[in-house]
């Protein structure tokens, strides 16, 4: 037995060796137990770890140790570092004795038990291999005993971004961010950055290097974790650092997918729904929805969408939960969230319709009917809608006329949403085979089979899934094959359609991302719109109504609704209200019919 030593908790520990095993035991520190006391004052608490490495310096030894079962307080399939903290003596000498030290490295000596415990983690060698890198990995805050994660999502803002400096000297690269701490432990920013990378490259051209400073303005991907014990994280998408982590309710309720926006992030827990600050996660507003969600929200800079299990499609104020909500009465229901776009949102439906609304009023636009349901949600990119039935066709909808521009015609079901960056689209059958569709005019570019799912794309490849869970990479022009990996990835596998980020995550909150050895700054797939709306100043947020008021302002968005678009595939009946009530027995369908 091992003399008592510290492991980070009020409490006395003991070690007991038996061959590959170590034997934990936990006594209150108050009970001061020591070896040989009783064992009734010992054994509070007990546990059986795996050793999976030793570090040997002189007489201070550390052991990791692997969970084999579950124990309070730590972590299943993590390894746990134990330090000793007094030197072990030999009870015939006062000198330090190496018994125990050689001892262990005997333990360690097979080869099984010099292999660590599978993480989740694809490896650096793995990684390089298929030209990748680790970027980073991180843990959510989640403990793994007791829960899981959710969902992740990810928001790219429009508008503020981070800068860095690159010093570059020949081959060799330096590189100035203004999150840098100073001296003070705060960041630099982006004068001191830019100060700093001329000042070196200043002193390096004195000495007859050819040295420059390119900048980088990156805007700011942020990653949103949400998990089944109620908590939310905010974790940075290219350096993996936690920016915040709240608790929105208590654990046990269901938790969707957070949406967020440049300045909020809305959440559903339960039957409540909360928008919080996207900076710091403190919570605006919150209130109980009038039915079950069948789906996460969808946010715009004022309203919030959100899809209920009776068919109908909710409306909140963004900026003030506690507004008149409005709601319409579709024609089925929903199976994804709504997505938004600077001027739109839109959700398709199980019965075989795709609904197009106003991003910032209540009016809805236009329906498309198509001939079977759609499970997957649409996608938008440039001034046109794209969704996928489980016929197998693709529609292709002019976003502002709501006319058909192209339908095409892939023969299988289609059950994901496609996928769009710039000028092509990516859709998945149900036989696993992947369709490059030119968005221009519905051709069929090329196919490539025993594909699952897109992950991301960069200038020259395709990240994506196969049936067997592994990440392949193929050739973004041709959709030849050039290589995929035989580890098979974590559950949570992220579609990016912003970056060229690899983002994987375990569902004991494990998150790391991959990106390619040549990207340092990530590749950004930008919306023509969002270009657009980003060069545009920040309108206003409107004003929620008063009590004293007779009728909301024709400007706001709870308002009289404005008159459909002309010209559309099927306009919405001029006779009624689609946000009123609906009647009696017509739950799930359309208002007004």
């Not at 007990?46 to 124990?71: K, Y």
């Not at 992740?152 to 701490?181: F, N, Q, W």
Request: net charge neutral.
């Amino acid at each position: 037995m091992i003399d008592p030593f510290r492991y980070g908790l009020p409490e006395r520990v003991f070690l007991l060796q038996t061959r590959s095993k170590v034997v934990v035991r936990a006594a209150n520190h108050r009970t001061r137990a020591r070896p040989g006391y009783q064992e009734r004052r010992i054994a509070e608490r007990s546990a059986t770890f795996d050793i999976v490495g030793v570090h040997v310096r002189g007489f201070s030894d550390s052991l990791q140790l692997g969970w084999n079962c579950p124990a309070p307080r730590a972590a299943r399939g993590h390894a746990i570092h134990l330090r000793l903290s007094t030197m072990i003596r030999s009870p015939r000498s006062r000198r330090p004795s190496t018994a125990v030290p050689l001892a262990l490295l005997a333990i360690l000596g097979g080869p099984v038990a010099l292999q660590a415990q599978p993480t989740g983690l694809v490896s650096h060698d793995a990684a390089t291999r298929f030209g990748l890198v680790r970027a980073w990995a991180t843990q959510a805050a989640v403990d793994p005993a007791r829960g899981e994660i959710q969902a992740v999502t990810l928001h790219v803002h429009s508008k503020e971004s981070r800068a860095s400096y690159e010093l570059r000297v020949g081959d060799l690269r330096r590189i100035y961010a203004e999150d840098e701490p100073d001296a003070d432990g705060l960041p630099i920013g982006k004068d001191g950055a830019k100060k700093r990378a001329d000042l070196e490259a200043e002193r390096l051209t004195l000495r007859g290097a050819a040295a420059e400073v390119v900048e980088h303005v990156v805007p700011i991907a942020t990653l949103f974790i949400t998990t089944d014990q109620g908590a939310l994280d905010a974790i940075d998408g290219e350096t993996g650092r936690r920016l915040w982590s709240v608790q929105v309710g208590p654990p046990g309720h269901p938790m969707s997918a957070a949406a967020a926006e440049n300045d909020r992030v809305a959440v559903v827990h339960g039957s409540m729904l909360h928008v919080l600050d996207r900076k710091d996660g403190r919570t605006l507003s919150k209130r109980r929805t009038r039915h079950v969600p069948v789906a996460g929200p969808a946010l715009s800079r004022e309203l919030v969408f959100l899809p209920m299990i009776n068919g109908a499609l909710e409306i909140y104020s963004a900026t003030d939960l506690g507004a008149p909500v409005a709601a319409y009465h579709g024609l089925g229901h929903a199976m994804e969230s709504p997505i938004v776009t600077p001027s739109i949102a839109a959700w398709t439906t199980n019965r075989g319709y795709l609904y197009v609304a106003a991003a910032h009023s209540r009016s809805i636009r236009y329906r498309i009917e198509a001939t079977k349901a759609f499970v997957g949600g649409p996608t938008a990119w440039g001034k046109r809608v794209f969704a996928a039935s489980i016929d197998g066709y693709v529609y292709c909808v002019n976003e502002a006329s709501g006319t058909i521009a192209w339908t095409r015609s892939l023969g299988e079901p289609i059950v994901r949403s496609p996928v769009v960056l710039g000028d092509a689209l990516f859709a998945v059958d149900s036989t696993n085979h992947l369709f490059h569709v030119a968005t221009a005019d519905g051709s069929i570019v090329w196919t490539a089979p025993d594909v699952r799912q897109i992950l991301a794309a960069s200038a020259t490849h395709l990240f994506a899934v196969d049936r067997l869970e592994r990440l392949v990479i193929l050739d973004l022009a041709s959709g030849t094959r050039v290589s995929n990996m035989a580890d098979v990835l974590p559950d949570i596998r992220l579609t990016n359609m912003r970056t060229d980020r690899v983002y994987l995550a375990t569902r004991s909150g494990l998150l790391q991302c991959l990106r390619p050895i040549e990207a340092i700054y990530p590749t950004l797939h930008v919306d023509p719109r969002e270009a657009e709306a980003a060069s545009e100043p920040a309108k206003p947020a409107d004003a929620p109504p008063s009590s004293t008021d007779a009728a909301p302002a024709a400007d706001d968005p709870f308002g009289a609704p404005k008159p459909p678009a002309a010209g559309g595939a099927a306009p919405m009946p001029r006779g009624s209200d689609p946000f009123g009530a609906p009647p009696a027995g017509t739950d799930g369908e359309e208002t007004g019919k």
